[in-house]
């Protein structure tokens, strides 16, 4: 089992950047992928992006070109770099360690962190 702790999240403008960071422990890290999921007030957690433990990286079209999932296997962290927020990204974001299945399935994910609020402000 995976002990996941996000962080990093705030309040930010239209426009601007935030790096959220997750910090694992428990299992072996390179053992297994993290992704990144967010819910938005009042709607389903979707996912965001996947980054493998080889560093292999897949993201949601909808954020593809204003994000960048990194890892660090030596520091057991992943960060997930947002660019040009927009207020439709205000959501809590998540990381999760991957099990099996479909990337997009809630399901497929083992282990979850508390969350980290992003609000992007117009």
């Known amino acids: 089992q995976a002990q996941l702790v996000e962080s990093g999240g705030g309040l930010v403008q239209a426009g601007g950047s935030l790096r959220l960071s997750c910090a694992a422990s428990?299992?072996?890290?390179?053992?297994?992928?993290i992704a990144w999921f967010r819910q938005a007030p009042g709607k389903e957690r979707t996912f965001v992006g996947r980054?493998?433990?080889?560093?292999?990286?897949f993201y949601t079209d909808s954020m593809r070109g204003r994000l960048t999932i990194s890892r660090d296997n030596s520091k057991n962290m992943v960060y997930l770099q947002l660019n040009s927020l927009k207020p439709e990204d205000t959501a809590i974001y998540y990381c999760?360690?991957?099990?099996?299945?479909?990337?997009?399935?809630?399901?497929?994910?083992?282990?979850w962190g508390q969350g980290t609020q992003v609000t992007v402000s117009s």
């Open positions: 999760a360690s991957y099990n099996d299945g479909g990337v997009y399935d809630i399901a497929s994910y083992d282990d």
């Open positions: 428990g299992r072996a890290f390179n053992s297994y992928a």
């Open positions: 980054i493998s433990r080889t560093g292999n990286t």
